[in-house]
């Protein structure tokens, strides 16, 4: 069946560094992948997603290309702020699914 | 403003007792999802609905039951047939199947 898997977390760095936070996925036909983030305490919320192959999602700073030949989604941003410290779920839907699947989480804090 | 909203953030059980969640969106969404988080296990599905009066079983529905009488309200029910109830608890509803997922705030049930 599909699924996604993360890097492993806990990931720490200082503000100001350059962030990438690994994701690929498995699945037999043409997903849509996205990005969630979830703050503390919250729900999770879109951050970006790409629905083909080489589009590239965008927002906040982060960035991330779907790479089918790789099977990758890779988050990036340049240059972090404390403020972006919580956990970033990976997923993707398959057309005519029935479902989301996520990966497990990444949780990342950004210290002053 | 549009949203879902999540009662109670915080939910306190005795074993062997039934308990309800509510969910309630007022974004005039078809389809409606339950989630359960565990810590490094990102998000299970537990039920979805794609419609009123329709829904189905997700990955992990054992223990857990859910109406759809109306559009705006999913809520779910954690019965003493859950072996482990204690998790956070997210719903989430969508336009339409694939496209992204807004999330209310979660309940964290504590069942001891």
């Known amino acids: 069946g599909d699924s996604v898997t993360q890097m492993e977390g806990p990931v720490t760095l200082s503000e100001e560094a350059f962030l990438t936070i690994n994701c690929t996925y498995t699945?037999?036909?043409?997903?849509?992948l996205f990005w969630y983030v979830q703050y503390p305490g919250e729900g999770l919320q879109l951050l970006l997603k790409?629905?083909?192959?080489?589009d590239k999602g965008s927002n906040k700073g982060f960035e991330a290309t779907y790479r089918k030949e790789t099977t990758s989604f890779h988050l990036e941003k340049g240059s972090v702020q404390v403020s972006d410290s919580a956990v970033y779920f990976c997923?993707?839907?398959?057309?005519?699914?029935?479902?989301?699947?996520f990966g497990q989480g990444t949780r990342l804090t950004i210290n002053p | 403003d549009g949203g879902i909203t999540q009662s109670p953030k915080y939910l306190f059980r005795k074993e062997g007792q039934n308990v309800t969640l509510s969910c309630e969106q007022n974004?005039?969404?078809?389809?409606m999802y339950w989630y359960r988080q565990d810590p490094g296990q990102g998000l299970r599905l537990i039920y979805y609905s794609q419609i009123v009066n329709d829904f189905q079983k997700g990955d992990i529905a054992e223990g857990y039951s859910v109406s759809r009488e109306k559009k705006e309200s999913f809520p779910l029910t954690v019965t003493s047939a859950q072996k482990n109830p204690t998790a956070f608890y997210l719903c989430a509803s969508s336009s339409e199947w694939n496209s992204p997922l807004h999330f209310g705030n979660g309940t964290r049930l504590t069942v001891t």
């Open positions: 790409a629905t083909k192959a080489d």
């Open positions: 699945a037999t036909g043409y997903p849509s």
């Open positions: 974004l005039n969404h078809d389809a």
């Open positions: 997923a993707l839907s398959e057309r005519g699914a029935q479902k989301l699947v």
